[in-house]
């Protein structure tokens, strides 16, 4: 049984014969005929009663002809859906946002694709990381804005490549230096983001390299918490140099950190291998789009 076959049957039933139907499926009324036939001995029973030019439903013939308009309407459903993704006018864009930069990074970019996309759903999830790529993994979103190295698993559209500063009290002693390293702030308290947080591994990978083991003295989720925990002199702490720059203040000094494959660099991620939806689609080009007007 074929969705063909259903229409012929339908619109022989719907125009009263034949002859009229195959002119409105496009087909020669012999191949209507054998079209209708073939449903009859593939159902096994009669469906029409054939009277002169004349047709009528049998039993049977009636609950086929109720069920084929069914299949038919969900078919007419199904395309229009699968068209209206294509043109954007439903669907969901399901994607995963870090806390640290997401609204400097992405905040224009919800807007300018609410008005392009108007009738596409948002489902937007905030976590760290490392959480994020567990719901990418398991397929509950479609993209992630993640830090990503070669060794990550995901096909990814680069964002934005940041160098970290480090964030000191503004009367620190090495407040002067135009460049630090790990190997200048063994002694210092650090101050890291909370337990999930990418970036937290960038900085704790070097130490390790540099065969230091950082004295963690506080950990928070919030860029601002940080930044105020630096300028009452709790420790140091490490940011990228966007997001330093909009918190600097005169209570603290923002100085580049010169450790190697320490660099904040997001990127949109998605499952290798995977084809995403038209929603998600459109989000990468617009993100690219976005970045080539700001070169």
């Not at 002809?65 to 309407?73: H, M, P, S």
């Not at 399901?94 to 008005?115: H, N, Q, W």
């Amino acid at each position: 049984m074929n969705l063909r076959t259903l229409r012929a049957f339908v619109e022989v039933v719907r125009q009263g014969g034949f002859t009229q139907a195959a002119e409105v499926v496009s087909l020669t009324q012999s191949s209507v005929s054998k079209a209708v036939k073939a449903l009859e001995v593939e159902l096994g029973v009669p469906l029409l009663y054939r009277i002169g030019h004349k047709t009528e439903l049998t039993a049977a013939g009636e609950i086929t002809y109720r069920r084929a308009l069914v299949i038919l309407t969900e078919k007419n459903h199904l395309l229009a859906e699968i068209e209206a993704l294509r043109d954007l006018k439903g669907g969901t864009l399901r994607i995963g946002l870090p806390p640290v930069g997401c609204g400097d990074l992405f905040a224009k970019m919800f807007t300018e694709y609410r008005s392009r996309y108007p009738q596409v759903d948002i489902e937007l999830i905030e976590h760290g990381g490392n959480r994020l790529r567990e719901f990418l993994e398991a397929g509950a979103i479609d993209i992630a804005a993640l830090l990503v190295s070669k060794d990550d698993a995901v096909a990814y559209q680069d964002v934005r490549n940041e160098p970290l500063v480090v964030v000191l009290q503004a009367d620190h002693p090495l407040s002067q230096c135009h460049l630090l390293d790990f190997r200048d702030l063994q002694a210092e308290p650090f101050i890291l983001f909370e337990e999930g947080f990418t970036l937290n591994q960038l900085i704790l990978a070097a130490c390790e390299r540099r065969k230091i083991s950082p004295r963690i003295t506080a950990r928070s989720g919030q860029i601002d918490f940080i930044v105020d925990l630096v300028t009452a002199g709790l420790g140091v702490a490490f940011l990228p140099r966007m997001l330093a720059n909009k918190h600097k203040h005169p209570g603290i000094s923002l100085v580049p950190l010169n450790e190697p494959h320490t660099d904040w660099r997001i990127a949109l991620a998605w499952r290798a291998g995977t084809q995403l939806p038209p929603a998600a689609i459109a989000w990468l080009e617009l993100a690219k789009t976005l970045a080539l007007s700001k070169e």
